[in-house]
């Protein structure tokens, strides 16, 4: 009998906080149902869900807390703004129940759908977003750090996609016609706390003018952000952001900028047809530019194991790109395939240090031309495999190294590694060269240039010829290739097919023993590329002699 009576008890007192929809981690869920709920109701349970967002305004919301969305439903969200903490343990959730598609968050107004206000440990997932006046998701700070947000399994699309003639404004999610923001580029900054931890995985994003705009701020002694001085400039930069097996497609502009972040990690993402606005006027001037995933100021952080393709901007529309105060970060096994160019990099000011591209595999990126620009140093290019490119231009690179490359030329493919410069305040007129390691690469079908040292002048031995297979550019068991790179620091630990690196390096992004097969024989492809090379190079010492005694 004292067995029953107990038992009775407890279930009276669990009684009252299941009704009032208590979750197991101890925080309230409240439901929201566009087809069958009624915003005078409680709010806590499936049968007394609100109908609107409106309650959630007012709301405080509480770690362990939980806002769900029925799905199959439409919400008209007209910029719901949340300032709340949950924990690690007990996060603040904003996600989905019931059976069906995933709940859409709309606007018809030009405004944001959601904003993350001083949130910290807040997960978002499970939804689905439209702003096609409007934009998505802002997460910002004023008054303290923001920790722990992460998005998961969203779907946001709709969002200001036409054509413009300007590079858009970096400010709130409408004014950059973008899916999610994090802080902003403006002047003076909006804020000077951080967004740390943050998290984007699982997430489709399309049919928008930007992607993902990840931004830190300038503190508020920068004498002048945009100084070529890099002593005036003092960054925020947010810390270890995550973004994973997200899909960025069909934009107008940016995919992803990765702007003033340190330890960032972009990983088995795909960035399909961003970047389509070509950016000219009807005279071919370059209006504006646009990268699919760039970095701005970022700071040891990595882009690895994606897709790159499509990207049309012909002011940029490159695979890889490092700008404005960028150090020691890497892009690597990427592979970016038609394209504007490969690689087009930026350093503002004074320069930056210590960035790498390795292992990745570049087909058919060849509308304009790479440039690796002055300022850069120490930057480090290796075991790269690129095919079918434009030209590449290294002048003015200081302690860099490019080596184990292969670099399969079309007719088109030359490097320009030194040229005559003039001093802007004395006038006075030098050379700005590439200075470093250029060695043991791979040239085919391209010129070599005078600083080449150890030069592979051959066919690399591909397994297959199909351009659009990447396994095509695996090197056959009969590669003269094998086992012929040099070792050089830090090289990682697998190549661009996941092969474990050993000592005995090869050139090229395979670095696996060879594949079960021999390269097929084209002699006359093989003939052709031969010519083709003697003639280039014979143009690049032509061009390097006459920059040197300073014909033009």
């Given at each position: 009998?004292?067995?029953?009576?107990?038992?009775?008890?407890?279930?009276?007192?669990?009684?009252?906080?299941?009704?009032?929809?208590?979750?197991?981690?101890?925080?309230?869920?409240?439901?929201?149902?566009?087809?069958?709920?009624?915003?005078?109701?409680?709010?806590?349970?499936?049968?007394?869900?609100?109908?609107?967002?409106?309650?959630?305004?007012?709301?405080?919301?509480?770690?362990?807390?939980?806002?769900?969305?029925?799905?199959?439903?439409?919400?008209?969200?007209?910029?719901?703004?949340?300032?709340?903490?949950?924990?690690?343990?007990?996060?603040?959730?904003?996600?989905?129940?019931?059976?069906?598609?995933?709940?859409?968050?709309?606007?018809?107004?030009?405004?944001?759908?959601?904003?993350?206000?001083?949130?910290?440990?807040?997960?978002?997932?499970?939804?689905?977003?439209?702003?096609?006046?409007?934009?998505?998701?802002?997460?910002?700070?004023?008054?303290?750090?923001?920790?722990?947000?992460?998005?998961?399994?969203?779907?946001?699309?709709?969002?200001?996609?036409?054509?413009?003639?300007?590079?858009?404004?970096?400010?709130?999610?409408?004014?950059?016609?973008?899916?999610?923001?994090?802080?902003?580029?403006?002047?003076?900054?909006?804020?000077?706390?951080?967004?740390?931890?943050?998290?984007?995985?699982?997430?489709?994003?399309?049919?928008?003018g930007n992607g993902l705009l990840l931004w830190g701020s300038f503190t508020e002694d920068s004498k002048n952000p945009w100084s070529e001085d890099v002593d005036q400039v003092s960054i925020v930069y947010n810390q270890n952001a995550l973004v994973e097996n997200c899909y960025f497609?069909?934009?107008?502009?940016?995919?992803?900028?990765?702007?003033?972040t340190d330890n960032a990690l972009i990983r088995n993402c795909r960035f399909i047809d961003c970047c389509q606005g070509v950016g000219t006027d009807e005279n071919g001037k370059v209006l504006y530019y646009t990268a699919p995933v760039w970095y701005w100021g970022g700071l040891r952080?990595?882009?690895?194991?994606?897709?790159?393709?499509?990207?049309?901007?012909?002011?940029?529309?490159?695979?890889?790109?490092?700008?404005?105060?960028?150090?020691?970060?890497?892009?690597?096994?990427?592979?970016?395939?038609?394209?504007?160019?490969?690689?087009?990099?930026?350093?503002?000011?004074?320069?930056?240090?210590?960035?790498?591209?390795?292992?990745?595999?570049?087909?058919?990126?060849?509308?304009?031309?790479?440039?690796?620009?002055?300022?850069?140093?120490?930057?480090?290019?290796?075991?790269?495999?690129?095919?079918?490119?434009?030209?590449?231009?290294?002048?003015?690179?200081?302690?860099?190294?490019?080596?184990?490359?292969?670099?399969?030329?079309?007719?088109?493919?030359?490097?320009?590694?030194?040229?005559?410069?003039?001093?802007?305040?004395?006038?006075?007129?030098?050379?700005?060269?590439?200075?470093?390691?250029?060695?043991?690469?791979?040239?085919?079908?391209?010129?070599?240039?005078?600083?080449?040292?150890?030069?592979?002048?051959?066919?690399?031995?591909?397994?297959?010829?199909?351009?659009?297979?990447?396994?095509?550019?695996?090197?056959?068991?009969?590669?003269?290739?094998?086992?012929?790179?040099?070792?050089?620091?830090?090289?990682?630990?697998?190549?661009?097919?996941?092969?474990?690196?050993?000592?005995?390096?090869?050139?090229?992004?395979?670095?696996?023993?060879?594949?079960?097969?021999?390269?097929p024989l084209r002699p006359f492809d093989s003939l052709f590329r031969l010519v083709n090379t003697a003639l280039g190079t014979l143009y690049q010492w032509v061009q390097e002699l006459c920059n040197k005694y300073w014909i033009f």
């Amino acid at each position: 009998m004292k067995k029953v009576l107990c038992l009775l008890l407890c279930i009276s007192l669990l009684l009252p906080c299941l009704c009032m929809g208590v979750s197991a981690q101890g925080g309230m869920t409240y439901y929201i149902d566009s087809m069958d709920g009624d915003d005078s109701a409680r709010g806590t349970g499936e049968r007394s869900a609100w109908r609107t967002v409106r309650n959630l305004e007012t709301l405080a919301l509480q770690k362990g807390d939980k806002v769900l969305f029925r799905r199959d439903g439409i919400y008209n969200v007209n910029c719901l703004t949340l300032t709340c903490k949950g924990t690690a343990e007990n996060p603040i959730v904003i996600s989905a129940y019931g059976e069906g598609a995933k709940p859409l968050l709309t606007t018809n107004k030009r405004t944001d759908i959601l904003h993350l206000l001083d949130c910290s440990y807040v997960t978002v997932s499970d939804l689905e977003m439209t702003a096609h006046n409007g934009g998505g998701i802002w997460i910002y700070t004023q008054n303290e750090e923001s920790n722990g947000v992460k998005l998961d399994n969203l779907t946001i699309h709709d969002i200001q996609n036409y054509k413009v003639t300007t590079r858009d404004s970096q400010a709130n999610p409408t004014e950059a016609r973008a899916c999610v923001v994090v802080k902003n580029l403006c002047y003076p900054a909006q804020s000077l706390y951080r967004v740390n931890d943050f998290s984007m995985t699982n997430c489709e994003l399309y049919d928008c003018g930007n992607g993902l705009l990840l931004w830190g701020s300038f503190t508020e002694d920068s004498k002048n952000p945009w100084s070529e001085d890099v002593d005036q400039v003092s960054i925020v930069y947010n810390q270890n952001a995550l973004v994973e097996n997200c899909y960025f497609h069909d934009m107008d502009a940016e995919g992803m900028i990765i702007g003033m972040t340190d330890n960032a990690l972009i990983r088995n993402c795909r960035f399909i047809d961003c970047c389509q606005g070509v950016g000219t006027d009807e005279n071919g001037k370059v209006l504006y530019y646009t990268a699919p995933v760039w970095y701005w100021g970022g700071l040891r952080s990595t882009v690895e194991s994606c897709e790159i393709a499509g990207a049309k901007n012909f002011g940029d529309g490159m695979a890889v790109d490092f700008d404005s105060w960028t150090n020691d970060c890497t892009y690597q096994y990427i592979y970016s395939h038609d394209n504007n160019c490969f690689i087009v990099t930026c350093p503002y000011g004074t320069g930056q240090s210590g960035n790498t591209v390795r292992y990745c595999l570049s087909v058919d990126d060849n509308v304009c031309r790479n440039s690796i620009s002055t300022g850069e140093k120490n930057f480090s290019f290796y075991n790269n495999t690129i095919i079918n490119s434009s030209n590449f231009v290294l002048n003015g690179i200081r302690d860099s190294v490019f080596a184990n490359n292969i670099i399969v030329g079309d007719l088109k493919t030359d490097f320009f590694w030194t040229r005559k410069a003039v001093d802007e305040q004395t006038g006075e007129s030098f050379r700005k060269e590439f200075t470093g390691i250029f060695a043991n690469n791979c040239l085919w079908g391209t010129g070599v240039p005078t600083c080449a040292e150890k030069t592979f002048v051959c066919a690399p031995g591909f397994v297959g010829t199909d351009k659009t297979n990447p396994d095509s550019f695996k090197l056959a068991q009969n590669s003269p290739l094998l086992g012929k790179g040099m070792t050089l620091e830090n090289m990682g630990e697998t190549d661009f097919y996941g092969n474990a690196l050993t000592q005995s390096h090869n050139i090229g992004c395979y670095d696996g023993a060879g594949e079960n097969t021999k390269a097929p024989l084209r002699p006359f492809d093989s003939l052709f590329r031969l010519v083709n090379t003697a003639l280039g190079t014979l143009y690049q010492w032509v061009q390097e002699l006459c920059n040197k005694y300073w014909i033009f």
